[in-house]
């Protein structure tokens, strides 16, 4: 499981033979990305976030990555 989030979404979809929702892809995507840029660049929004982050990253290059209540309660649950 060290390879991009979504390849490895896939492949554990393949292995089970399930489907899932693209939607919930993308949203695993961006909080693995989230994750990457709070722990590895101190919040900081990067091009790699954004290009990695995908259709759901959040803010504009350079920013502070918000995390807020909201966006932690809804990826913690």
Do not use: Q, T
């Given at each position: 499981?060290?390879?991009?989030?979504?390849?490895?979404?896939?492949?554990?979809?393949e292995v089970r033979s399930i489907k899932?929702?693209?939607d919930l892809i993308a949203n695993y995507?961006?909080?693995k990305a989230s994750r990457d840029l709070v722990?590895?660049?101190?919040g900081l929004i990067n091009q790699?976030?954004?290009d990695n982050g995908g259709r759901k990253?959040?803010?504009a290059l350079h920013d502070e990555l918000p995390i807020d209540a909201d966006y932690f309660s809804r990826t913690s649950s």
């Open positions: 499981m060290f390879g991009k989030p979504s390849g490895c979404l896939a492949k554990a979809a899932i929702n693209p995507v961006e909080m722990i590895h660049y101190r790699l976030y954004l990253a959040r803010g």
